[in-house]
């Protein structure tokens, strides 16, 4: 496995436009084109969304599409090779303005008659196939409107195959009910007659009506087996008027050589620190774990590049979640394995016992982790829909290697008696602390602290200083220079300004090979950005070469998107954890996450900061490390209430808490540390994401004891709740960790 995915990954790992920039296309829409009663504004926005999906249908290239004044759009997208560009291009431009026009019924007796102009018709050509494999140009009159008004607009799905008969490429395509209805009508009523498929304004195929017909048709024509590819993707997104390329720029990355190269540092310092201290606190077994780390890594960048998923920063926050996961779930593992050795099992015993106890935790912590990731890819879009790629391929990854691939090491080790103990490290055991008995007060002081945090949240989105040029765009200013200034210099020297996080990035004039500056902040603040560049980088002479105004890379439809998802990831929760579990336990669930998003919320509006794409996936990020903390403790109260511990609910779940308090205190320090290093020595959009998961990391370990077991505890009212159907921990087979 390991070697097939070295030769699929090789050269192959793709960075995004914020690690290592891309290409440019300023494009321009032919309103004049436009159906009438089509709004020029509305038919920009849709063709934002259009390109989206043109360019990214899979949802792992994150390209940045934005309007980009008047009727024109900006489209970045990730290094492109030559051959990639041209076929950008193809997808960009292209109209795919499909249409179903019945052909004039004497269309080749006006024609030899030398009739070029006909009431309600026009001439179109259609290609036709010559034996020698060339082609020839056939006119034939054609309405000048489709009938009915049937076009690509009620475009169900189109599909590119091969014919059997010819085994040439052909494009299979599935009308809408409402396409379907006209086309029925319209051919039932025209049997015996020909009907144009114009694609373009070029006829693809006029196939006579021999009986009527439903959603189902398809195109044939001259066109190889890339082109037919090209026109599924684009039949499926059509645009409403043409789009012309009027300029091509290359684009440096939009985080900036400094804070990417000081990014690389801090996630190295963070990774090394983790695995250190795995090493020294749990020793053999931690060199156990840091061989399985490093092992899901290189698997996960391996699939990833497979897959052809294009890396970012919000794919980077998907990788720092699965490590954690990963560590969490070597941690689970361990402690297991020191209970059972404590307890009088060998070794032999005590490996396996703790491996089956930690199955059924490790289980539900990584199935509601991808309920959510699986939510993202199907319902998400741009950056929301490439975290939910990453963490779906590393959550199944770090459950290989957490579960197999150190369980087959231990079983190499003891069944050649290369060890006969495994000495750990402890600092923390024997608590009994009353954690319940102060959760009345804790629970009462977070919503407090949330309720000022939100409300001076929602204040500074009224005044305009919560969202960032990503989410309402802003001027765009561009500058000639003599002298290059680092990204990071020129965005704190903005930013200095009060006006929020400005977006930095250097292009390239592909013609001239000229390099310009281009700087989006708040609306017109553009002269007060530019004098205060000239003042503070007097040497770079800078010179405004234009201003536009620019609408936002995170649109409206991504936005929606994000917040869709979200609340079905939650609802998935919900459902799940009460199937494994019990209601209270789901309730207590989902409310410790919407704590842990709140708070966050809270204490990152308090901070000033402004939301952009990468606080988005930050957001993401708190969800997976928060219902992943939770779910360790609700297991371990389930297992002490079906072992039959003794003493009141509150009691068990004291018990559960103080049982797994060493595990939380690890798994969030290690998290907390290796995010720590990303804050300390990254910068820019890396800190305000480290910044964001920080707080995260310590109100999820926060809430999943004060919030979500003392929900469960109140919707009881003390009482033992009878626990719902579930697999315990100990029902859970070695074989199913076994190979």
């Given at each position: ?414 069944a050649r008696n290369l060890i006969r103990s495994l000495p750990m490290l402890r600092f923390i055991k024997g608590t009994k602390l009353d954690f319940l ?85 708040a609306y017109e603040k553009g002269a007060e950005v530019t004098a205060k560049l000239e003042k503070d980088f007097p040497g770079a002479k800078l010179v ?39 209601f209270s336990f789901a309730v207590g669930a989902v409310v410790a996450i919407l704590h842990d998003l709140l708070m966050t919320f809270g204490v990152f ?135």
């Amino acid at each position: 496995m390991l070697n097939k995915l070295q030769r699929d990954a090789a050269g192959r790992i793709k960075l995004g436009l914020d690690l290592q920039g891309g290409q440019s296309f300023l494009v321009e829409m032919d309103t004049t084109k436009l159906a009438d009663g089509t709004d020029a504004e509305s038919a920009i926005a849709q063709a934002v969304e259009v390109l989206r999906r043109r360019v990214d249908k899979f949802g792992v290239a994150e390209p940045v599409i934005q309007p980009a004044g008047g009727n024109r759009i900006s489209i970045q997208m990730p290094g492109l090779s030559e051959a990639d560009k041209e076929s950008a291009r193809q997808q960009i431009s292209r109209a795919a303005f499909l249409e179903f026009r019945m052909v004039h019924p004497q269309s080749a007796q006006l024609l030899a008659e030398g009739i070029t102009r006909e009431p309600g018709y026009e001439i179109l050509y259609e290609q036709e196939a010559n034996p020698d494999g060339t082609t020839r140009n056939i006119p034939l009159f054609v309405k000048r409107k489709p009938e009915g008004g049937l076009t690509g607009k009620y475009m169900k799905r189109a599909m590119a195959v091969f014919d059997p008969v010819t085994g040439q490429p052909e494009i299979q395509f599935e009308l809408d009910g409402e396409g379907a209805v006209i086309m029925s009508k319209l051919s039932r009523e025209n049997i015996g007659q020909r009907m144009a498929i114009v694609l373009d304004g070029v006829i693809y195929s006029a196939p006579s009506i021999n009986s009527e017909i439903g959603a189902q048709g398809r195109i044939t024509g001259k066109f190889d087996v890339k082109e037919a590819k090209q026109l599924e993707q684009v039949l499926e997104n059509p645009l409403e008027a043409p789009l012309t390329i009027i300029e091509e720029r290359g684009v440096d990355p939009s985080l900036g050589k400094d804070s990417i190269d000081s990014g690389v540092k801090a996630a190295l310092y963070g990774t090394i620190a983790v695995a250190l201290f795995m090493i020294v606190y749990y020793l053999l077994a931690g060199v156990v774990a840091n061989v399985a780390l490093l092992l899901n890594i290189v698997v996960l960048l391996g699939v990833m590049c497979s897959v052809g998923t294009t890396l970012t920063l919000p794919g980077i926050a998907g990788i720092v979640l699965t490590i954690g996961m990963a560590v969490d779930a070597n941690v689970l593992i361990f402690e297991r394995i020191r209970e059972e050795f404590a307890a009088g099992k060998s070794l032999r015993g005590a490996v396996s016992a703790g491996y089956d106890k930690a199955f059924g935790t490790i289980f539900d912590a990584n199935i509601t982790t991808l309920i959510s990731s699986i939510i993202l890819i199907f319902l998400g879009t741009g950056p929301v829909k490439g975290f939910g790629v990453t963490l779906t391929i590393g959550v199944a990854v770090s459950m290989f290697t957490a579960l197999v691939v150190t369980r087959l090491m231990f079983d190499f080790l003891l069944a050649r008696n290369l060890i006969r103990s495994l000495p750990m490290l402890r600092f923390i055991k024997g608590t009994k602390l009353d954690f319940l008995g102060v959760a009345e007060p804790a629970f009462a002081a977070s919503w407090l602290l949330i309720l000022v945090g939100v409300g001076f949240g929602f204040k500074r989105g009224f005044d305009g200083g919560l969202f960032g040029v990503d989410f309402k765009g802003g001027d765009s200013i561009t500058y000639a220079f003599s002298e290059k200034v680092g990204v990071e210099k020129v965005r704190e020297s903005v930013k200095a300004l009060g006006f929020g996080d400005p977006a930095i990035q250097y292009q390239r004039n592909i013609g001239s090979n000229t390099e310009v500056l281009v700087v989006t902040t708040a609306y017109e603040k553009g002269a007060e950005v530019t004098a205060k560049l000239e003042k503070d980088f007097p040497g770079a002479k800078l010179v405004v070469k234009g201003q536009d105004r620019v609408g936002p890379t995170v649109g409206g439809e991504i936005q929606k998107a994000a917040l869709v998802s979200m609340l079905l990831a939650l609802f998935g929760i919900l459902v799940y954890v009460a199937f494994r579990y019990e209601f209270s336990f789901a309730v207590g669930a989902v409310v410790a996450i919407l704590h842990d998003l709140l708070m966050t919320f809270g204490v990152f509006s308090l901070a000033g900061l402004e939301l952009s794409a990468p606080i988005v996936a930050a957001f993401l990020t708190i969800i997976g490390f928060s219902i992943n903390d939770t779910i360790v403790i609700f297991d371990r109260i389930r297992e002490d209430l079906k072992l039959g511990v003794r003493g009141s609910f509150k009691d068990v779940m004291n018990k559960a808490l103080n049982q797994t308090l060493s595990r939380t205190i690890i798994t969030s320090g290690t998290v907390f540390l290796s995010t720590s290093a990303l804050y300390l020595f990254g910068g820019g959009a890396v800190k305000d994401f480290a910044f964001t998961f920080l707080v995260g990391i310590l109100t999820g370990t926060y809430s999943s004891i004060f919030i979500a077991s003392a929900l469960v505890l109140w919707w009881h009212k003390g009482q033992r709740p009878s626990l719902g159907a579930g697999v315990s921990a100990e029902s859970v087979p070695s074989a199913a960790v076994r190979v």
